[in-house]
T-cell receptor, first 112, second 110 residues
Framework: DVKVTQSSRYLVKRTGEKVFLECVQD?????MFWYRQDPGLGLRLIYF???????EKGDIPEGYSVSREKKERFSLILESASTNQTSMYLC???????????FGPGTRLTVT | QQPVQSPQAVILREGEDAVINCSSS?????VHWYRQKHGEAPVFLMI?????EQKGHEKISASFNEKKQQSSLYLTASQLSYSGTYFC???????????FGTGTLLAVQP
């Protein structure tokens, strides 16, 4: 079974802090994604990566950056957390052979 | 452009049927359906390819009309285990990414 893990299920940070969200997949997938999930807005793509050290902006990249130094690991960085970044963050991965994605359990981030 | 799903939320009794719709403003190569149970990760249900074929998973089936750029998910004789949020994902064929819809919250009550 594909396994995608995220470093924390729940996280509480203060405004202005730098926040790191980590995602690891064990299926040797080329593609990795970061989404945020908000009620009524569904899943919105923040960034994705199709190879090590490669990244592309999604639909809502403002206020976020990413890092992919190893194939299995994709990090989402909030340089200076703000209250409007309080949300559920989901990581996913997929093979280059097809678009089906496998998701991690999510990190619920609260910024106070 | 994010696909729009309707309804936003639906409440059912066990055994009732429901339909969830997904409409895209862009041409689609395929449509993917996912279900996210409360507190869990979204899980892939099925993929619909061009050709209008129907797919099935348990008593859940779906159709895809590429001309109308729409897909519908049919839940027949719903069970408590069907509760969750359903997402459609549109795939345009040109990139590796899916564009997910706005989501539909389904609650099945005893």
């Amino acid at each position: 079974d594909v396994k995608v893990t995220q470093s924390s299920r729940y996280l509480v940070k203060r405004t202005g802090e730098k926040v790191f969200l980590e995602c690891v997949q064990d299926m040797d997938h080329e593609n990795m994604f970061w989404y945020r999930q908000d009620p009524g807005l569904g899943l919105r793509l923040i960034y994705f990566s199709y190879d090590v050290k490669m990244k592309e902006k999604g639909d809502i990249p403002e206020g976020y950056s990413v890092s992919r130094e190893k194939k299995e690991r994709f990090s989402l960085i909030l340089e200076s957390a703000s209250t409007n970044q309080t949300s559920m963050y989901l990581c996913a991965s997929s093979s280059s052979l097809g678009p089906t994605q496998y998701f991690g359990p999510g990190t619920r981030l609260t910024v106070t | 452009q994010q696909p729009v799903q309707s309804p936003q939320a639906v409440i059912l009794r066990e055994g009732e049927d429901a339909v969830i719709n997904c409409s895209s403003s862009k041409a689609l190569y395929s449509v993917h359906w996912y279900r996210q149970k409360h507190g869990e990760a979204p899980v892939f249900l099925m993929i619909l390819l061009k050709g209008g074929e129907q797919k099935g998973h348990e008593k859940i089936s779906a159709s895809f009309n590429e001309k109308k750029q729409q897909s519908s998910l049919y839940l027949t004789a719903s069970q408590l285990s069907y509760s969750g949020t359903y997402f459609c994902g549109s795939y345009g064929g040109a990139t590796n990414k899916l564009i997910f819809g706005t989501g539909t919250l389904l609650a099945v009550q005893p």
